[in-house]
């Protein structure tokens, strides 16, 4: 296997980094969304009495404890209680907007590993031809059959390694975006609900809003 890798050519050289770094993108994402999933859900469970009974200092410790993005969203709602609900909603998708590059963070990454692998795998059936074509015309009508078809295999093998990247990064990319997206609209879902309720206690205990 690493023979025919190495029948490439040089243009295998960055190829075998897109791979790299496309691995290590998709690893980190993967475990980043999984600790989110975890994370939000352990976190709603403990805020969600402690809210219902107007503990809102206890909450606002919760959130700061929490790496959850879920934590600065119902942070941003407990610090400006005292406000009107519009006003509320407002603070927490401005804090929703603050954690979107976070959610996103190497996505675009990982989408542009998927485009320059599909080139670069197509560089290499470029230069493969031309030095197909140097050797026919260096060496007669049929050529010579050995430095012939190293530079036939040079030009299929960058194809298909390129494409054996492109492919599995192109997936996850929209994976990831989906994923994101998704994310961002269950956490405003998620602190819409609670919103009317910080909103409620808020003004019933007449406590003024803090600056974030």
């Known amino acids: 296997m690493f023979e025919l890798l190495l029948k490439g050519g040089p243009v295998m050289i960055p190829i075998g ?21 975890r994370d939000d859900s352990r976190l709603l ?9 107007g503990g809102f200092e206890e909450a606002a410790s919760l ?12 942070r941003a709602g407990i610090e ?7 006003d509320v909603k407002e603070a927490v998708m401005n804090a929703a907007n603050r954690e979107v590059p976070r959610l996103e963070r190497f996505i675009t990454a990982l989408g542009t590993i998927a485009n320059i692998s ?10 493969g ?5 140097g050797v026919l015309a260096a060496s007669g009508a049929m050529g010579n059959p050995a430095l012939l078809a190293g530079a036939i295999a040079e030009a299929l093998v960058t194809t298909a390694t390129g ?15 989906t994923r994101a997206n998704k994310t ?29």
């Open 17 to 37: 980094l897109c791979a790299l770094a496309a691995t290590v993108i998709i690893i980190e994402r993967l475990l980043f969304f999984r600790a989110v999933n």
């Open 63 to 74: 959130c700061d404890k929490s790496e959850s993005p879920l934590a600065r969203l119902l």
């Open 45 to 53: 469970t403990a805020v969600r009495p402690v809210i219902a009974r």
């Open 184 to 212: 961002i609209v269950e956490m405003e879902s998620s602190v819409g609900d609670l919103v009317l309720v910080i909103v409620a206690r808020g003004r019933s205990g007449g406590e003024a809003p803090r600056a974030l």
């Open 163 to 177: 494409l054996a990247v492109s492919i599995p990064a192109a997936i996850f990319y929209n994976y990831f975006v």
């Open 129 to 133: 031809n031309i030095r197909a074509f």
């Open 118 to 127: 599909t080139l670069l795998g197509l560089f290499g059936t470029v230069t």
């Open 80 to 86: 400006y209680r005292g406000l009107s609900e519009g």
